[in-house]
């Protein structure tokens, strides 16, 4: 069979698969009035894609604020610095975008209210208070969500902000040049604090971050989030978890005790003592803005968000919605979820426009594949985590490698941990999550396009990607955790993961560390006993044959050839999933320590050894 045979059998399959008309209309002369509400990512998309289907069609787009198409993420970095210039925060201007896409690019114009059944607008123009309206054919909503600001006491206390937009930005600005601020403190541990954390330590500020839950980022995992603490730590950020915000009080507060009072408040979160600011980052989280939908009577989901059907239709019709304001499919456990990404909301936007134009293509959902950088490491996530797997009751197994990111022998080689979750029946890929100086991205891009394929970790010991030293290793970390996950799969070896540990050892489990005493010596699990691997077949009598053994050594691999020599001679043995390395995070991180990442088992980076 020729490639352009294969091809066209396999458009043919997905066609069928979705069962939909995947051929948008010919819309030469097909004109329609489109409105949107809301621009940046999903608005901009949709308005764009709808005059490349339509030449003839009138295209609005109404944004309240005063820019219609910027880069939203890039907003910590202007104020770090590392962007320089708020002109490269512009991705377009509505002049630019009137001249080339003939679009009717209205700035400062609020949609107040919408009448479904006329099939008109209400729009206030903020500069003027003009309140008018505008019919539509068909109307999308890209409203976006607005910033979480709880209901505390001294939430409207000056110094207290937000970062969502430029305008958020030009206050924030405003805020630095008149109060010259040197403490501050970020509410919240999500990616906006995180990475506001470290633009403002960049600044040189004495940062302080808060969050009410005992990790950062709740999308991984808690030994995976441990390694971002001891980072953010290593630079100097105070990290306070555990400690919701209960309050803000004036500087005034403590004047009496405290001679250097802050510039915009004293914090009160949890059971922790009063902390100076002089200024405040609300990085809480987002919440959908369905307010208009609402009001004019569309279904808002059990989440929150506006609810849409597969093509992205709302319960109205000829009224649609994307972006972070609804409610998408998340894949992986068959829900409704909320997630706020500007990749899936400019494909919807695509989406919407292409449907209004008879295509009918069905949104398959978002499996939430996101990156940070937090300093000199990389964090990367994609899919489900142990938490959400766990309450949608689906059967998991998970394991951890700590390979490095490129051939050991090449200078430069760091470090990287991955973690991949499976089903514990099928194989099938649940979600996966990175942390490294280099190479996470292409390793989350990997998987993430391995989900989305239906791949499974058998797959992933199977896919031949591009090798060479200053890049990967002959078994890239991808092999190394398909490799890994695929023996869990066949039985051939049996695991236990970081937090059964301690119960496991107060339980009478013989804990066999199998690493050399050198490595003991800077660190080990309590209650363990070590046998270096190359000595435990002339060892074997030291172990107890009436109990059950928990191996473990730096990272995995050696517990594991462990593993089966003492499967293989009748003793019951599980192996501990990362080794000390994993067990070793978390509770470096709760102690406020630090882990060294260059400390990896050597034959994981081998050339010579496999699993």
């Not at 937009?165 to 999500?190: H, L, M, Y």
């Not at 004293?266 to 980052?281: F, K, N, Q």
């Not at 919440?287 to 992205?312: F, N, Q, S, W």
């Not at 043995?573 to 050597?602: C, F, I, P, Q």
Request: charge should be negative; hydrophobic fraction near 40%.
């Amino acid at each position: 069979m020729d490639l352009l045979t294969y091809f066209e059998e396999q458009h043919t399959y997905i066609e069928n698969l979705r069962g939909t008309d995947m051929k948008v209309n010919d819309s030469s002369t097909q004109t329609s009035k489109i409105v949107i509400v809301g621009g940046v990512a999903g608005g901009m998309s949709a308005a764009a894609r709808a005059r490349r289907l339509s030449e003839d069609s009138e295209i609005i787009v109404l944004e309240r604020s005063g820019y219609v198409s910027y880069a939203n993420c890039g907003l910590p970095y202007f104020l770090g610095g590392e962007i320089q210039s708020k002109d490269k925060l512009i991705v377009v201007t509505p002049e630019a975008l009137r001249n080339k896409l003939n679009l009717d690019i209205r700035v400062h114009n609020e949609v107040i209210a919408i009448d479904a059944h006329a099939k008109v607008v209400s729009v206030r123009e903020t500069t003027t208070e003009r309140v008018y309206q505008e019919s539509y054919d068909d109307l999308i909503l890209s409203v976006g969500a607005a910033p979480i600001r709880p209901v505390v006491p001294g939430i409207d206390l000056p110094g207290l902000f937000s970062l969502r937009s430029i305008e958020d930005v030009d206050d924030i600005q405003s805020w630095f040049k008149t109060q010259n601020p040197k403490r501050v403190v970020i509410a919240g541990g999500g990616f906006i604090g995180l990475e506001m954390a470290e633009q403002f330590v960049r600044k040189g500020l004495d940062v302080t971050l808060v969050d009410g839950k005992n990790q950062v980022l709740t999308p991984i995992d808690p030994e995976m989030a441990a390694l971002v603490q001891n980072e953010l730590r290593k630079h100097g950020v105070k990290v306070i978890l555990g400690s919701k915000i209960e309050g803000f009080h004036p500087p005034t507060h403590l004047a009496k005790t405290v001679c250097d009072a802050p510039k915009s408040c004293w914090v009160l979160a949890g059971e922790h003592e009063l902390m100076p600011a002089d200024l405040v980052i609300l990085g809480l989280g987002v919440r959908p803005e369905v307010k208009l939908a609402r009001e004019a009577g569309l279904t808002i989901g059990e989440r929150g968000g506006i609810h849409v059907d597969k093509y992205l239709q709302t319960s109205s019709p000829n009224i649609w919605a994307v972006g972070d304001a609804i409610e998408v499919h998340q894949p992986m456990n068959d829900s409704l979820t909320l997630i706020a990404l500007g990749g899936p909301a400019n494909r919807q936007g695509r989406l919407a426009a292409d449907n209004i134009f008879g295509a009918q293509r069905i949104y398959d959902g978002t499996i939430g594949t996101a990156i940070l950088r937090v300093f000199e490491l990389t964090v990367g996530c994609v899919g489900l985590n142990e938490s959400q797997l766990r309450s949608s009751n689906i059967p998991y197994e998970a394991i951890h490698v700590h390979p490095s990111n490129h051939a050991s022998y090449y200078p430069g080689a760091a470090r990287l941990d991955l973690k991949v979750l499976f089903h514990k029946e099928t194989g099938a890929l649940l979600g996966a999550q990175a942390i490294g100086k280099d190479g996470v991205d292409k390793r989350i891009d990997v998987i993430a396009t391995a989900i989305q394929a239906q791949m499974t970790i058998r797959d992933l010991s199977e896919l031949e990607l591009a090798y060479a030293p200053p890049y990967g290793s002959a078994k890239d970390p991808i092999n190394l955790a398909g490799m890994a996950g695929t023996n869990v799969l066949d039985g051939l070896c049996e695991q236990v993961q970081w937090y059964q540990v301690e119960s496991l050892g107060a339980g009478g489990v013989y804990l066999l560390d199998v690493r050399s005493p050198a490595e003991c010596e800077r660190g080990l699990i309590e209650r363990s006993q070590n046998i270096p691997l190359p000595e435990l077949r002339k060892r074997l009598s030291e172990i107890p044959e009436d109990r059950d053994i928990v191996a473990y050594c730096q990272s995995g691999q050696r517990s594991y050839m462990a593993y089966r020599m003492l499967k293989q001679k009748g003793f019951k043995v599980k192996n501990l999933s990362g080794g000390y390395l994993t067990w070793s995070s978390m509770s470096s991180s709760e102690k406020g320590g630090a882990v060294s990442r260059h400390d990896a088992d050597s034959e994981i980076t081998a050339p010579a050894l496999s699993r």
